[in-house]
């Protein structure tokens, strides 16, 4: 089943990346404010921006990062389709990332899970970190995109 799910690295336009997030639970990520123009900033923007697809060319997957290609990779996105969860597209994208980043000898990863999506992670090895610092004093009107 997974043969027939490709994966590779392109840019995005934004519509086909929010109609991307209607159908993942991504789409909850991200405050209301700016969202469209905002997202427009991280399709252009991001490092790394590995999109799976299918046979139809229908984007079902995507992993969008920031990496310095010497020390760290932060994975801002990971979502699949609702529909073609559990086929390891998420896992897939993961160490696509990683080795395009640099490698798992080089790169450490940083993200910032969902509590629904800690298992996932768990189960690829990653833990919970408690030295993580922040910033964060921007508007942030929950909602989900639709």
Do not use: C
């Amino acid at each position: 089943m997974n043969n027939s799910i490709a994966i590779r690295s392109e840019r995005v336009s934004p519509e086909e990346y929010i109609d991307f997030l209607k159908r993942t639970d991504l789409g909850s990520q991200y405050p209301k404010e700016r969202f469209e123009e905002r997202v427009a900033r991280l399709v252009k923007n991001v490092s790394i921006s590995l999109i799976a697809r299918n046979d139809s060319g229908l984007m079902v997957g995507a992993l969008l990062g920031l990496t310095d290609f010497a020390y760290w990779l932060y994975v801002t996105d990971l979502g699949v389709d609702r529909a073609y969860l559990r086929r390891g597209i998420g896992r897939r994208l993961m160490k696509a990332a990683h080795e395009l980043a640099g490698g798992e000898k080089d790169i450490a990863v940083y993200l910032i899970a969902n509590e629904k999506a800690v298992p996932f992670y768990e189960k690829l090895g990653m833990e919970k970190a408690d030295d993580v610092m922040q910033y964060n004093h921007i508007e942030w009107t929950e909602f989900t995109v639709q």
